[in-house]
């Protein structure tokens, strides 16, 4: 069997123009089919920016026809992929902050938002987190943003067997010391390799970290992108342990 290979995708979106945020998450999706990536995943709202006011005209259904073409490539490229979108539901008033689940085998699935950040609760409602996913033969947990500054969220996923945490997530430049120590001792903690997706620009008013990072079973950094921008980082796991390394990608105008 070949090595299980997981990515996250730091991308510098653009504020509320879902169409060049498609063009941009095709362009990763690409990339990481040529890297024969399984898992690839996105930051939080990756698809509309961190936009909490424009949040009510951005949200889609989870049938929406604007996922089709993401779907599509993941099945063609076999690679489950994990992108952000408000999203409407008919138990929820507010859009929630969901990661869409897009399968390599065309299928879709949903992880919503269960925690939300002091101010969120104007614009979105709480969700109620959802399956873990089976990559590769790993139990993979999925997990965005303010989910794991709660000990518990974590907890529970290694108690249910996860083998990765997958953190989508918008990680400030302030913020990031004390955020990347959190899920570094997740991972130390529970014996849980840990995936972080953060995003590459600004976005929100907020200046994004990038720095998006894996950890191993022991709280071993594997590898981290260098700053901002669009980079690929790639985590492969082989029976000596994990490897990593990162990739810029090249987005076209």
């Known amino acids: 069997m070949s090595a299980p290979v997981f990515a996250a995708a730091q991308c510098a979106v653009r504020a509320g123009d879902i169409s060049a945020n498609l063009k941009l998450h095709i362009e990763f999706m690409q ?10 995943l996105f930051p939080e709202l990756s698809l509309t920016g961190y936009e909490p006011t424009l949040a009510e005209s951005l949200a889609h259904d989870i049938d929406s026809p604007l996922l089709s073409p993401l779907r599509d490539l993941a099945r063609e490229a076999s690679m489950t992929t994990i992108v952000g979108l408000p999203l409407r539901l008919p138990s929820h008033d507010k859009p929630v902050i969901a990661a869409i689940i897009l399968h390599g085998d065309g299928s879709a699935g949903v992880y919503t938002k269960q925690h939300l950040h002091p101010g969120e609760e104007q614009y979105f409602g709480a969700g109620d987190g959802g399956d873990s996913i089976l990559i590769a033969d790993l ?24 083998q990765l945490y997958a953190a989508s997530v918008l990680i400030g ?9 959190l899920l570094q001792t997740y991972s130390e903690r529970h014996g849980m390799a840990v995936l972080m997706a953060n995003h590459g620009g600004p976005t929100g008013g907020w200046a994004a ?45």
């Open 173 to 181: 430049e302030g913020g990031y010391p004390h955020d990347s120590s």
């Open 209 to 253: 970290a990038g720095q998006s990072a894996f950890w191993d079973e022991k709280g071993r950094c594997v590898a981290s992108t260098v700053g901002m921008g669009n980079r690929l980082l790639i985590v492969s796991k082989h029976p000596h342990g994990w490897q990593g390394f990162e990739t810029s990608v090249s987005v076209t105008s």
């Open 31 to 40: 990339h990481a089919s040529k890297e024969g990536v399984g898992l690839l």
């Open 139 to 162: 139990s993979v947990a999925l997990s965005v943003c303010a989910d794991f500054s709660h000990p518990e969220h974590p907890s529970l996923a290694a108690k249910q067997g996860a």
